[in-house]
């Protein structure tokens, strides 16, 4: 299984009163060619501030890459100039949000918008342009897409917008979609049409994507492999189901038992006490989720657990756990 992208040490910060602090920390982590990856968490975890790294879309002056490599198909994406990253960004990565109707222009038609994509990347005439645009509606499950493609984004509803965007991202046959929170927005029953039409799409287009979520039950039923974040940090990662009969992280433990039940609304995460430490206030060392664990040690608040190989194919960044990579150092001494 070939590697698409490999995200290595990432380091972004965020400017907080003139100081830089970390929102994700030394992350690695690899997407292999049409796997779908979960990133997990709750909000306020790095997940975001992930993706906008990758997709070099990160708020100017406020946040920045400090240190590691995005290699993407051999290239760093770290170190691309704006200008490398337009001829990138729609054509070989594309993203999709929660709130599609905050990424549509209001004042311009649905065709229009797609249309402009593809005269970005491709030298076509606007009757061609205008032919694959409907292609496109129709295939991420628009009906009457001749109609649809003169409608402006108010006349749709949020699920029908999410299916345009989709159709934005996936014009050009990008080889990465990231989706950040793609049904969070949307009512049960449309949760379920855009999953299902995603992983369609991936099928057809034999691209990889990168999931990221809140929500376990939606890792379950689309993942390949999971990796959980904790405070800017990867704290476990494994296959999906890997993760979810033999978790080992104690934040995973608890997102796992936090999981609501099919005809119970539950705000997913609330039952985990606390919250995740803000970025001004992570400490230096030790574990950052010390003050929340229940298993948490002395130790924890004094010695920074790096991720490391539990078992083949599974990494977790615990104390609790001797690591392989701990185990060869010992034989080395
Ligand atoms: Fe809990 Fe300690 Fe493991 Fe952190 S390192 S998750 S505090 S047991
Ligand atoms: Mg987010």
Redesign the pocket.
Known sequence: NETLLEVKDLETAFKIDGKYYNAVDRVSFNVKKRQILGIVGE?GCG??VMSLSVMRLLPKGIGEIKGGQIDFEGQDLAGKTEKDMLKLRGKDISMIFQEPMTSLNPVFTIGYQIEEVLFNHLSISKKEARLKSIALLKSVGISRPDKIVDEYPHQLSGGMRQRVMIAIAIALQPKLLIA??PTTALDVTVQAQILELLKEIQEVNEMSIIL?THDLGVVAEMCDEVVVMYAGRIVERADVDTLFHNPKHPYTELLLGAIPKMDEEVETLSSIGGIVPSLKNMPEVGCRFANRCPKAMESCLQVTPALGEVEANHDVACLLYETSQQKEGAAAR
Do not use: A, V, Y
């Open positions: 909000s997940k975001s950040d929170e990221i």
